[in-house]
């Protein structure tokens, strides 16, 4: 037992002999005002033998923070002002996040502590690479590289959070790169701020905007009840927006809730009695038993009486939608799905003329 001991004892020294190890020589090459291509590869050796063998929470920071600093290491010199195609290449939008979480992180950590370690380094940094990250932002946007901006703009955002224009320009170019999941995300962090900031800490958005923003955003991705919350709010900063209104009665519709559908769309037109996609809606709503009803008329073409009832009936539910799809056409003639419905409508119930009308 007393050799098992000893053994155990002996690894846990040589693993805390080895930490100081890697801790020196990463300190006495991140401190060089220039590194050869050797020089930067041992760094980057030396840093996955510390993540390695870090056990205590100073150790894993000091990792942490090493890695993260690596692609500024890469750039060196550092002392000199960096070049931006330079920059773009080294920092991909995966190496820029993880840089900038690590920098968050031994922030995070160090601000519980009383000595400072790499608070100090990492602000200067900030205070060097903002600028320059954010026109590496504004350049991708440029580009129409809307991802990749919004990226950029975010990390930028976690660089120095008391900048909140890049939080903004994150969730702009989030949306504009077709990004609805970041976007949305994006969004919410700007509403969980608030909009009391002044200065570098206020939002260009109004908060009426923000909240029609995320509704849109989650029923967008389909986050249906979440959704249901959201609109409460869209709806109470923004009261006569017909299209917030719609996209709420719509939910009900995606999970087949026709009858709360209908209500909902019957009451945004009484408000909205000119919108055509309105009058579409609710005639086509009339129509959501047709697929079943010709079914059931195929199904009894031997049946005389059946099929009759059944054609009947189809009539009565056309008849029923008519003035509706009438009304949408009016509203919107070159719309060619209404156009498409009125002529079915019309031949549906023998108007042969009138069906012939409609171009």
Known sequence: ??????????????ATFAQKDELKTLKKLYDKDK?????????????????????????????????AMQPIVEMSPRSTHPNLLMIQKIFTPEIFTTMVEGMRKTLDFESKQEKKVFT?????????????FKQ???????????????????????????????????????????????????????????????????FAAKPENVAKNIFALSFFNKNDEQAKLDFLE??????????????????YYRNNDIVTYQKLIEGILEKDPNNA???????????????????EINANLKNTKMYNELNAKRKAMYLKAL?????????????????????????????????????
């Open 1 to 14: 037992m007393k050799k098992i001991v000893l053994g155990v004892l002996l690894v846990v020294a040589s």
């Open 35 to 67: 590194l050869s291509a050797d020089d930067f590869s041992k760094y980057k050796e030396t840093v996955l033998k510390l993540e390695a063998v870090a056990s205590s929470e100073n150790d894993k920071v000091a990792a942490g923070f090493y890695k």
């Open 120 to 132: 100090d380094d990492i602000k200067n940094t900030i205070i060097i690479f903002k600028p320059i």
């Open 136 to 202: 590496m932002a504004f350049d991708f946007n440029g580009l129409k590289k809307y991802k990749e901006a919004s990226k950029a703009f975010y990390n930028t955002f976690q660089f120095d959070p008391a900048d909140v224009a890049n939080l903004e320009n994150a969730a702009i170019t989030a949306m504009q790169g077709e990004d609805y999941i970041n976007a949305e995300k994006y969004y919410r962090e700007i509403k969980s701020i608030g909009f009391n900031g002044v200065g570098l800490k206020k």
């Open 234 to 251: 869209a709806i109470k900063l923004n009261p006569e927006d017909i299209q917030i209104q719609m996209d709420h009665a719509a939910i």
């Open 277 to 295: 996609q309105l009058q579409y809606n609710v005639g086509f709503l009339m129509l959501v038993d047709d697929a079943k009803i010709v079914d």
């Open 323 to 359: 003035p509706y799809f009438e009304r949408a056409h009016q509203l919107d003639v070159a719309n060619q799905d209404m156009k498409t419905i009125l002529k079915l409508s019309y031949e549906t119930l023998g108007m042969k003329d009138k069906a012939a009308s409609v171009e």
